[in-house]
């Protein structure tokens, strides 16, 4: 028995903090387990495997991608499988991958247990949302057996209304996404406010459930818009009602409004949660109270907010009125403030820190390195004149890779990384982990930093064939995204040995303040084995304990 | 093009050679490009400081408090300071404020046209662009003066198309239902690509053209000349050059190899098969209908996807269309 079980006063535990060896994995056994559970944790896991399986997928077609790209002409596709192999790696990426994965993976696994909760508000709803996700993906997956859609994951009118692949099938999978999108958000919603220990004030809430609280804000308010605009695309394609047909009398680019007024909030949805992670990260591995944290909560619903009113700033070149692009630029530019905010404030808690160099805390200084990068870039765009020349260049596709790739999938791959010991009871392999990690930097600056300089020359995006001059940056793209598959497929793989071989995971092995480093590794059913334990302050740091015999940590208990 | 290759040419070439004369923005040939490029430049320094000092932070903090023992030693330290934070919210926010407002200007220089500018139609259609000068003359380039405001006023007939420059900095989306205007004013004399940068289907990366500036007074002499290109050319020869210039090339090659449409090769007095159980043999005839109304007969195995050609072709226009597809055995 360690220390900390002395502490906790609770029955007997054995070294991993669970009483008897039970937990949720071996709780209950067999498929239909599992396929009907209304564990949150368990369905966080079958959202971990399905949306990283959706990673993969999208990734294959990236791929395909850059390997197109290799030669200036044709390289092994014709332009029309490359049309539809960019349209499925974005479609795949954004609806299946970066949208539910923080908030559905790490947000239903983490976010009840941090509260002290037994599970979320709605388990039923919880799955359901999930059956909702699978449904979208079956649908979306289906139209690349039928005739797979061409039109970029924008679906941009009339040419998504002309095109003879099969665009409703996918316009279809993406609707049934959003309710299970929605359901999550409202699931999230209710939670936070509802079961939050009477200890828990907004301010005490950890970080990672101020960004996933915002996110699911969006969701609920963002997402209905997308529904109606697919739903309004479905009918015109169907039915030839104009809309948003030129041709039969609708204005193509009140769809391109409609779009962006979900699609740019969605970009934070997958952010913000992101940043959540970060936070945590950042706080953990430094052992020291998170900088300015009334700044960083605050400026997650700032983001979320001023996210719902810059739209307009993808349509600059569209022929939207020059006042309407001032206004749209402007706001654009204010939404800059809350992230630099957070960026200081990251860095800030560095400072006179005790600072722990284990993967997932690389994983957050990379995520500072490529979300400056990325948020950066971003100013050029706001620019009016300068994104005149920009839009729709590489420049872009560099610029939102370096925020919703490096920017989300570095959160997470941290996020999982930090986690994995608390989800699977197991320690990964933290050289290879840290090997891999070098792998994915390396290789993602490498794939799209070229792409920023081909972008600024004039290389418009979504081309099959490319003037000879680009041939440089496109093969060192490709290059670099052959090291980062490299450091994806190390991950995968460490990861999946751990769970038979790695060393069982004590309760607490990275110092984590909140209220899952608390819970045994892997939890039991109901998170905690009776009442969870009092919540203190989650980045008093002060209160956890380094223990040298097991190499791990215990919190000292509040006093009541 | 690159000594040390001896032989090498191509992409492979430009390849080693490094491929562009400037490492960001292309070279500048408009009266705009110096502005948006000192914006540019402005912005990137900024970005790159600021970038710099957030690495070097990081840097400075992970080196100076980095965990050597195993137990973590955290200093106290205040974790919140007003000051800093209107600090750093303040000044980016100032800093933004001033990108905005130069953004803001350039962008209205680029909207607005001086008056008397020299006016260019632009028609935009999958896979093609059709430029129309004054006199009515029509050319698969633009063709324009050095040093004189020129404006484009462009239209789409079928999806959006978006007219990009890259050597001027302009680009504006073609939203078909409307027209939509580019201006600029060429600072040299030469040829930069024109892309279309709105994805637009298959061909989309072939939608390519060129850009080429003229001396003021070669510029009117250039039309002239070209106005009347047909004088003088057999009907196959202006055929030709009609099959590249009204952009049949996109669809039909002369090579026997099936594109969006049938091959032109050997199909001249071929019986055709259509979708509807009917059947013809091509002759001049058929050939002016499937122009003019090229749905009315769609060849089996095909999608009824080529656009009308009527009001775009004139009689002479027609007849060595007819003759070039004609002598194509
Ligand atoms: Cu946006
Ligand atoms: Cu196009």
């Not at chain 1, 993969?56 to 991608?65: C, D, E, N, R």
Request: hydrophobic residues 50%; glycine residues 8%.
């Amino acid at each position: 028995m360690t220390t900390a079980d002395v502490a906790l006063g609770a029955g007997p535990r054995d070294a991993h903090g669970s009483p008897d060896g039970e937990n949720y994995l071996n709780c209950s056994k067999g498929l239909k387990s599992w396929l009907f559970t209304l564990d949150h944790k368990r369905i966080g896991v079958m959202y971990l495997v399905a949306t990283l399986s959706a990673f993969l997928m999208g990734g294959i077609f990236a791929l395909l991608v850059r390997f197109e790209h290799l030669t200036p002409g044709r390289t092994f596709m014709d332009a029309d499988s490359y049309n539809q192999a960019f349209t499925l790696h974005g479609a795949i990426m954004v609806f299946l991958f970066i949208i539910p994965a923080i908030p559905a993976a790490f947000g239903n696994f983490i976010m009840p247990i941090m509260l002290g909760a037994k599970d979320v508000a709605f388990p039923r709803l919880n799955l359901a949302s999930f059956y909702f996700w699978v449904a979208g993906a079956i649908f979306l997956v289906s139209s690349i057996l039928i005739s797979a859609p061409d039109t970029g994951w924008t679906f941009y009118t009339p040419y998504s209304s002309s095109t003879t692949t099969s665009v409703i099938p996918a316009l279809f999978g993406v609707f049934i996404l959003g309710f299970s999108s929605i359901f999550t958000g409202l699931n999230f919603i209710v939670t936070i406010h509802k079961l939050r220990p009477k200890e828990m004030g907004w301010f005490k809430m950890p970080l990672f459930l101020w960004g996933l609280y915002a996110t699911a804000v969006i969701q609920v308010l963002a997402t209905p818009v997308l529904a109606i605009t697919l739903l309004l695309l479905t009918v015109e394609r169907a039915f030839g009602v104009g809309i948003f047909d030129a041709a039969l009398g609708g204005d193509p680019v009140l769809f391109q409004h409609f779009f962006w007024f979900y699609s740019h909030p969605a970009v934070y949805i997958m952010i913000l949660p992101a940043m959540g992670i970060i936070s945590e990260l950042i706080a953990t591995y430094s052992h020291k109270h998170i900088f300015s944290y009334h700044f960083i909560a605050y400026s997650s619903i700032a983001i979320a907010l001023f996210g719902f009113l810059v739209w307009g700033h993808h349509l600059f070149t569209s022929g939207q009125s020059s006042l309407v692009s001032m206004v749209f630029s402007a706001i654009t530019f204010s939404v800059a403030i809350p992230s630099a905010v957070k960026v200081f404030n990251w860095l800030f808690t560095l400072y006179k820190g005790s600072i722990e160099l284990k993967t997932p805390m690389w994983y957050a200084l990379i995520f500072i390195w490529v979300f400056s990068i990325g948020g950066l870039t971003g100013v050029f765009l706001g620019a009016l004149s300068l994104d005149i020349h920009l839009h729709d260049t590489y420049f872009v596709v560099a610029h939102f890779h370096y925020t919703m790739f490096g920017g989300t999938v570095m959160a997470l791959l941290g996020g999982l990384h930090h986690w994995w010991p608390k989800m699977f009871g197991r320690m990964y392999n933290e050289k290879l982990a840290q090997f891999a990690t070098l792998l994915v930097f390396v290789g993602f600056n490498l794939t799209f930093f070229t792409q920023f300089i081909m972008g600024s020359l004039g290389m418009p995006r979504r081309y099959w064939a490319y003037p000879d001059e680009f041939a440089i940056y496109h093969v060192l793209s490709t290059a670099g995204s052959v090291i980062m598959a490299a450091g994806f497929f190390l991950t995968a793989g460490y990861l999946l040995r751990s769970l038979t071989n790695g060393k069982k995971a004590p309760m607490n092995p990275c110092g984590g303040a909140t209220l899952e480093w608390e819970a045994a590794s892997p939890p039991v059913h109901y998170n905690f084995d009776g009442d969870a334990p009092k919540v203190g302050d989650p980045y008093d740091f002060d209160r956890v304990i380094y223990d040298p015999d097991t190499d791990s940590y215990h919190h000292e208990p509040l006093p009541s | 093009m690159v000594p040390f290759l001896g032989g090498a040419s191509g992409w492979q070439a430009s390849l080693l050679a490094g491929a562009a004369k400037t490492f960001w923005m292309p070279e500048q040939r408009s009266t705009f490009a110096s502005d948006v490029d000192a914006l540019f430049y402005g912005v990137l320094w900024i970005c790159v400081f600021f970038f710099l000092l957030i690495v070097a932070m990081a840097a400075f903090f992970i080196v100076k408090y980095r965990r050597t023992d195993a137990r973590p030693r955290a200093e106290k330290s205040s974790h919140h300071n007003t000051t800093l934070e209107v600090v750093w919210s303040v000044v980016p926010l100032i800093i933004v404020l001033w990108i905005f407002v130069v953004g803001f200007r350039g962008f209205m220089d680029l909207r607005v046209a001086p008056q008397g500018a020299y006016e260019i139609g632009v028609t935009a259609e999958k896979w093609n662009w059709t430029f129309t000068y004054p006199n009515g003359y029509e050319d698969s380039n633009l063709h324009v003066p050095l040093g004189k405001p020129v404006k484009l006023i462009m239209s789409s007939r079928d999806v959006i198309h978006s007219f990009f420059v890259p050597d001027f900095r302009v680009k504006f989306d073609i939203v078909p239902g409307r027209y939509s205007t580019v201006w600029f004013e060429a600072t040299q004399t030469g040829q930069s690509p024109i892309y279309c940068t709105e994805y637009c289907g298959t061909s989309h990366s072939n939608m390519l053209a060129t850009a080429i500036v003229h001396e003021p007074g070669e510029f009117d002499s250039w039309l002239a000349a070209a106005a009347n290109w047909m004088e003088g050319l057999s009907p196959t020869e202006a055929g030709e050059i009609l099959y590249t210039k009204k952009g049949c090339v996109q669809c039909h090659s002369t090579d026997g190899s099936v594109g969006v449409g049938p091959s032109f090769r050997g199909s001249f007095g071929n019986t055709r098969a259509f979708a509807d159980g009917s059947s013809t043999v091509m002759d001049e005839n058929y050939i002016r209908e499937s122009i003019l109304n090229p749905t009315a007969k769609v060849v089996v195995g095909f999608d009824p996807v080529m656009p009308t050609f009527q009001g775009r072709f004139d009689d002479d226009e027609l007849a060595a269309t007819i003759a070039y597809i004609k002598s194509l055995k």
